[in-house]
């Protein structure tokens, strides 16, 4: 069964940090690119972050470079996404995607 379980979101201050997990099984996750999305309350679902098979290759949307950093770890199966420098417009439905599926999703709420 294809999968994709996420941890580490909850409500944090602005400014603060955060780092999200999301664990693939039933999948070849070591040779595919990996994704984290976000939906806001009434907007869209939106591309945050991507990252190829080995790690080497990543792209930011313009609104969380220099302060979100997506990685993986392949022997462990899971990718994260660490963001710092915490903004009340960060608050949103965090998504990790790949091997055509996504996860279930995870809120995170930035406010003090």
Known sequence: QVQ???SGGGLVQPGGSLRLSCVASGFA???????????????????VAVINTF?????????????????RD??????????????DEDTAVYYCSGGDTWGQGTQVTVAS
Not at 32 to 42: C, L, V
Not at 74 to 87: E, G
């Open 4 to 6: 994709l379980v996420q």
């Open 29 to 47: 996750f070591s040779r595919s690119g990996m994704s984290w999305y976000r939906q806001a309350p009434g907007k869209e679902r939106e591309l």
């Open 55 to 71: 790690g080497e290759s990543t792209y930011y949307a313009d609104s969380v470079k220099g302060r979100f950093t997506i990685s």
């Open 74 to 87: 392949n022997v462990k199966n899971t990718m994260y996404l660490q963001r710092n420098s915490l903004k």
